[in-house]
Every structure is written in C-alpha cells, then in structure tokens.
Nanobody, 121 residues
Framework: QVQLVESGGGLVQPGGSLRLSCAAS????????MGWSRQAPGKQRELVAA???????TYADSVKGRFTISRDNAKNTVYLQMNNLKPEDTAVYYC???????????????WGQGTQVTVSS
C-alpha cells in the first residue's frame, strides 16, 4: 500500500523559513508529478507548487520567489523550502504524487494527511 507522509510543519514568525518534506513509501513502480497544495480555514485547497519527474516546476503566483520545490527521486521524496513566510501562508499543507504502484498499469493521484504551517508573531 502506498503512503505519503509529510513532515516539517510548525509555527514560525513572519519572515521566517520552514522546509517541508514528503516521502512516498510502499510498492511504487514510478512517480510522475509531485506537488504541494494548501488549504486555509474557510478557503478552497490551492496548488502551491509542482515538480515533474524531469525537474520542471510550476508555482502559484503568491509564492514565486519565496518557495522552492525540489525532489529526490532516489528517495521518492519531495521538498518545499519556504522563505520569507507571511501570515497569509498559514494553512494545512498537503503533498501529492501521481504515481504508478507496483503491479498496476495505471497512474493514480495519492495524497498525504497534511501538515500545519502557522505564520504568526
């Protein structure tokens, strides 16, 4: 069974930094895209950043220049380095991976449980 587990969330002051990690485990044949989304209270979940297997990336306008997504394909892990954090970045952050489980011929989208990021003084 495939699992995605996030870590690295917490409380940080405005202007501070956090690094989120998300490791995919289980029987995995290959991973295509990996990404991070977030959901603030009372708002819809939004895509923050995504990275393809070849390394191309995309970012939400609100985080460009402040957040950096990267991945370690050998470890099936995706990272989100968040710098110059703002109160409006406060949300639950979720990682996802579009992957092909071992023994399957199809790619499916898997999600982690989420990790809380709170930016406050």
């Amino acid at each position: 069974q495939v699992q995605l587990v996030e870590s690295g969330g917490g409380l940080v002051q405005p202007g501070g930094s956090l690094r989120l990690s998300c490791a995919a485990s289980g029987s995995i044949f290959s991973i295509n895209a990996m990404g991070w989304s977030r959901q603030a209270p009372g708002k819809q979940r939004e895509l923050v950043a995504a990275i393809m297997s070849g390394g191309s990336t995309t970012y939400a306008d609100s985080v460009k220049g402040r957040f950096t997504i990267s991945r370690d394909n050998a470890k099936n892990t995706v990272y989100l380095q968040m710098n110059n954090l703002k109160p409006e970045d406060t949300a639950v952050y979720y990682c996802n991976a579009v992957l092909r489980p071992g023994g399957s011929s199809r790619f499916s989208d898997y999600w982690g449980q989420g990790t809380q990021v709170t930016v406050s003084s």
